[in-house]
Nanobody
């Protein structure tokens, strides 16, 4: 059973930065294929933000492209999301996800939430203007 635990959320002013981390246990990071970050704002659907596959290929939503960077460190089983130039509209609960098929990113499906089998509990990010 895979367990994902996010950390690094908090409150920041617009233009600031945060780095989210997602620690994984219960399975080797190398076997988790595609991983991703999602977010959900109050009253909105959960949306894909960034995804990364086993080859390091990445994809981002248009709303965060150029501002957010997804990466992972297999040695410490941790997924990261570096968030720069934050905007008030980035305010949401951010979730780490794992278990999407290895082909998901290359086929443009890595940001689809129904592709993922495992989810963390989420971490709150609040950006004030």
């Amino acid at each position: 059973q895979v367990q994902l635990v996010e950390s690094g959320g908090g409150s920041v002013q617009a233009g600031g930065s945060l780095r989210l981390s997602c620690g994984a246990s219960g399975n080797s990071f190398n076997t988790m294929d595609t991983m991703g970050w999602f977010r959900q704002a109050p009253g909105k659907e959960r949306e894909g933000v960034a995804t990364i596959d086993g080859t390091g290929r990445t994809r981002y939503s248009d709303s965060v492209k150029g501002r957010f960077t997804i990466s992972k460190d297999n040695a410490v089983n941790t997924l990261y999301l570096q968030m720069d130039s934050l905007k008030p509209e980035d305010t949401a609960i951010y979730y780490c996800a794992a278990g999407a098929p290895r082909w998901a990113v290359s086929m443009g499906r890595g940001l689809e939430r129904n592709r993922y089998n495992y989810w963390g509990q989420g971490t709150q990010v609040t950006v004030s203007s």
